[in-house]
Structures are given as C-alpha cells and as structure tokens.
C-alpha cells in the first residue's frame, strides 16, 4: 500500500514557475515507477509526465515537453515536477500516481495508486 500526498500548488502569473512535490508513504517507494496527471474542469485527466523507478527514464506529454522536469529523491520518498514557463492552459488539478513494472507510463489505468491533488492557477 502507498499513499500520496501532493503539495507545492498556488496561483501564479503566466511565464512563473512553481515546484511540485508529490511524499509517498512506505518502504517500497523505490520501487515504484511513479506519473504526473492533471485534470481542468470539464475535461479529462491527462498525462503529464513520468518517470521510471530509479530516475532513469522520464516521459513528458508534448504540451510540457521543454517547460516541465520529472525528478525523484528515492532517499526522500519524493517525486517532483518542477514546472516553469507557465501558461493558463497548464491551469488544472495536478494529481501524482504510483504503480509498479510499467509499460505503458503515460496510460492512467495502469496506475494504482493515487493522491488527493493539488491545484495550479496560471493567470494571464
């Protein structure tokens, strides 16, 4: 069992910048290829980026492709998304998940576990 917990989520200006951190309980942590999604209102959770569980692959979708960077601490239990370059249409619920040996790591339904999400507003 792992549970997730998400922080680092506010309000910011178009072309700011904001951390993500994504505290997993747990020995295991390690072991978890771990994915970031996001979902704004009145459409469907999208894959964000992702990365394999010991750093060395990561996965971005194309819209954040050059702006955001996936990292973990497995020292800390911590994933990151570290977010710059910001634009209104990043503006959505931003949710971690973690699964294990995954193939497909841009695919929400392999994921089985997930946090409660935290919100990012980019203002124009």
């Known amino acids: 069992q792992v549970q997730l917990v998400e922080s680092g989520g506010g309000l910011v200006q178009a072309g700011g910048s904001l951390r993500l951190s994504c505290a997993a309980s747990?020995?295991?942590?390690?072991?978890?290829?771990m994915g970031w999604f996001r979902q704004a209102p009145g459409k469907e959770r999208e894959f964000v980026a992702a990365i394999n569980w010991s750093g060395g692959s990561t996965y971005y979708a194309d819209s954040v492709k050059g702006r955001f960077t996936c990292s973990r601490d497995n020292a800390k239990n911590t994933v990151y998304l570290q977010m710059n370059s910001l634009k209104p249409e990043d503006t959505a619920v931003y949710y971690c998940a973690a699964g294990s040996h995954l193939v497909l790591m841009t695919t929400r339904g392999v994921y089985d576990y997930w946090g409660q999400g935290t919100q990012v507003t980019v203002s124009s």
């Open positions: 747990g020995r295991t942590f390690s072991s978890y290829d």
